[in-house]
């Protein structure tokens, strides 16, 4: 399957039932475009803009700049959805997890992480995920489908009105990083995906810096220059191992794109230097990948690529097959690294008491069957002539 028609099989929701057009995930000139059908100068959609991405503003009543006239004819065609709450867990260490509930019911998971001098939220990009990575709970529930550029931002925006972080700057925020690193594969819901990162990152919008937004991907080695291009964001790599037969038995999808490939197309991430370097995210698994030659080989493998690897103590989940390696060996690995110049953190996993942390999220959410879906948009099939009702 390739990936356009990967986009088109699961496609982020239809419009809204009522009819009425969602302003959150809207570009400027689209905003422009909406404004002008309502006989209004194009230049209200930055007043607009702001009022949705600066002050985080729901209620068009509230957005005293423009015109009553104006505000009801936003009223009467427009809303401003995020994602509601459907449920919230607060970790022991500070850390909050919510299961955000979309407009068509499905649920994905998004997580705050706080620390001493940022705090960081993990967004998700899919309604479960596209891969099946063996150690990875978010991999054991099928895709349902992508997630839309507003469920995306909107995620943010609901972390925003929570921690009461509108009108916070800079550092003072609540969340000063944005990770694309929840559930799905932010590269196989690309179009979707640029369009969230490009309200983030607008500095007259959500305003979270392009340094500190990572997108996290397995290896989908098509987009990854496109992803440099076109959004300059940080780049992750999920690796988790250095022999393509251990990568085919942990990430699927290794076996369509191998790590030489994958290796190839991190050398080539455009921006790429020692002070923007590509983050390698490697999960230790007891007895799997954690051995000394492991990490000798690793070395060699990112030879002349600007990186650092972070070490990721496995995260157990119910019905796991693997085990955490033990402190020794992530410490043995991570000396290896190091000595060969490469940073080689420690993740200290976060949010573990209430399945927060790293490879552990999951939402119960399915794909509804076609005869569902297709009676949401057109109605009830109507009945076969002849049949015989029970």
């Known amino acids: 399957m390739s990936i356009d028609s990967h986009s088109t099989a699961f496609a982020s929701p239809a419009a809204r039932a009522d009819g009425r057009t969602n302003l959150i995930g809207l570009s400027r000139p689209e905003l422009a475009a909406l404004l002008e059908e309502l006989g209004e100068a194009p230049f209200r959609a930055g007043q607009l803009w702001r009022w949705l991405y600066r002050r985080g503003a729901s209620d068009f009543t509230a957005m005293t700049d423009l015109g009553k006239t104006l505000r009801a004819k936003l009223a009467e065609r427009c809303v401003v959805d995020r994602p509601g709450i459907a449920s919230e867990q607060l970790s022991r260490d500070g850390t909050r997890k919510w299961l955000l509930a979309m407009v068509d019911g499905q649920k994905v998971e998004s997580v705050h992480i706080p620390?001493?001098?940022?705090?960081?939220?993990?967004?998700?990009?899919?309604?479960?995920?596209?891969?099946?990575?063996?150690?990875?709970?978010?991999?054991?529930?099928?895709?349902?489908?992508?997630?839309?550029?507003?469920?995306?931002?909107?995620?943010?925006?609901?972390?925003?009105?929570?921690?009461?972080?509108?009108?916070?700057?800079?550092?003072?925020?609540?969340?000063?990083?944005?990770?694309?690193?929840?559930?799905?594969?932010?590269?196989?819901?690309?179009?979707?995906?640029?369009?969230?990162?490009?309200?983030?990152?607008?500095?007259?919008?959500?305003?979270?810096?392009?340094?500190?937004?990572?997108?996290?991907?397995?290896?989908?080695?098509?987009?990854?220059?496109?992803?440099?291009?076109?959004?300059?964001?940080?780049?992750?790599?999920?690796?988790?191992?250095?022999?393509?037969?251990?990568?085919?038995?942990l990430v699927p999808l290794n076996k369509r794109y191998p790590i030489r490939a994958l290796l190839a197309a991190c050398r080539e991430y455009p921006g790429l230097n020692n002070a923007r370097r590509i983050t390698f995210e490697y999960v230790m698994?007891?007895?799997?990948?954690?051995?000394?030659?492991?990490a000798r080989e690793l070395v060699r493998l990112l030879r002349g690529i600007p990186a650092k690897v972070n070490l990721i103590p496995f995260n157990p989940w119910p019905g796991s097959a693997f085990a955490c390696s033990s402190p020794a060996a992530i410490d043995r690995f991570a000396d290896i690294l190091m000595n060969a110049g490469y940073a080689s953190p420690i993740r200290t996993p976060r949010g573990q008491d209430i399945l927060a942390a790293c490879g552990q999220l999951r939402s119960e959410s399915r794909r509804r069957p076609r005869h569902e879906r297709r009676a949401e948009l057109h109605g009830p099939e109507p009945a076969i002539a002849g049949a015989v009702s029970a």
Not at 286 to 293: E, F, Q, T
Request: hydrophobic residues 35%.
């Open 285 to 294: 698994l007891d007895g799997v990948n954690d051995s000394p030659a492991d």
């Open 115 to 249: 620390e001493t001098e940022r705090g960081t939220l993990c967004i998700s990009s899919q309604v479960g995920c596209t891969l099946t990575c063996r150690f990875c709970h978010t991999g054991t529930q099928p895709l349902v489908r992508n997630l839309g550029p507003a469920e995306i931002a909107g995620q943010l925006m609901l972390a925003r009105d929570v921690l009461k972080d509108w009108y916070r700057e800079g550092d003072e925020r609540a969340v000063t990083n944005v990770v694309l690193m929840g559930m799905g594969e932010p590269l196989y819901n690309y179009d979707n995906v640029a369009r969230a990162v490009k309200v983030i990152t607008d500095g007259d919008g959500l305003a979270i810096s392009r340094r500190r937004v990572t997108l996290s991907t397995a290896g989908v080695v098509p987009q990854i220059r496109r992803c440099g291009e076109e959004l300059g964001v940080s780049l992750a790599i999920s690796l988790h191992a250095v022999t393509d037969e251990l990568r085919d038995r």
